[in-house]
């Protein structure tokens, strides 16, 4: 088996939900949809596991979540700037002074494109109880996977029908092409905002 076939095969795993929810919260990697496309294949494929991958999924993104959150609190307000985009700070700014968990649950629950990882940094930025930031994104996260994976169990078979169609298939190698793609950007995005630029701490 190729690596790339190897690799492939890794993230349909209960482990792999795990990763992709984790990396799908971090700084670097894009793919719009792409653990709810994953937790919706896993829980059609193997439904007396439907609960499994929603649950792995959570604690991914609470992983993925809490070092997002730290780089944003260790950046504070003032290094906020160089990793978040001028034309979302200040909206997601003031949402978040605004309106707290309610404004974090929307967040959660969201499809893209809202910006999910700038919104955990500008929580991190900011001083948001950690406490309540992470209970009320654990529970919605929850939510929204739990939906997910029971509707891909009651309708297992018409969804792999789809997932398994020449047509999908095309669409997830655009997926993937997407995802190389926007994870490369992201980086290049991410170096040229910090390069040389010490990160500022709070007093």
Known sequence: MSFFGGAFAFFLTWWG??????????????????????IVYLAARNRDLFWLYPLMATLGSMAGATLTFWIGHTAGEAGLKRLVSPRH????????????????????????????????????????????????????????????????????????QVLQSETFKAVIVGFAVLAIVGTIAS??????????RPTPRPA
């Not at 990763?19 to 994953?38: E, H, K, Q, V, Y």
């Not at 980086?187 to 040389?196: E, I, K, Y």
């Open 187 to 196: 980086g290049v995005v991410l170096w040229r905002n910090t390069r040389g």
């Open 89 to 160: 700070l200040e909206r997601l700014q003031k949402r978040v002074r605004d309106s707290g968990a309610v404004a974090l649950a929307v967040a959660a629950l969201l499809p893209p494109p809202f910006p999910l990882t700038p919104f955990i940094l500008t929580c991190g930025a900011l001083a948001v109880n950690p406490w309540r930031f992470f209970t009320t994104f654990a529970v919605v996260r929850i939510a929204r996977f739990g939906m997910e994976g029971l509707l891909a169990r009651v309708y297992g078979h018409r969804v792999l």
């Open 17 to 38: 939900a795990f990763l992709m929810a984790a990396l799908d919260n971090s700084m670097l990697f894009f793919l719009p949809f792409g653990i709810d496309a994953l």
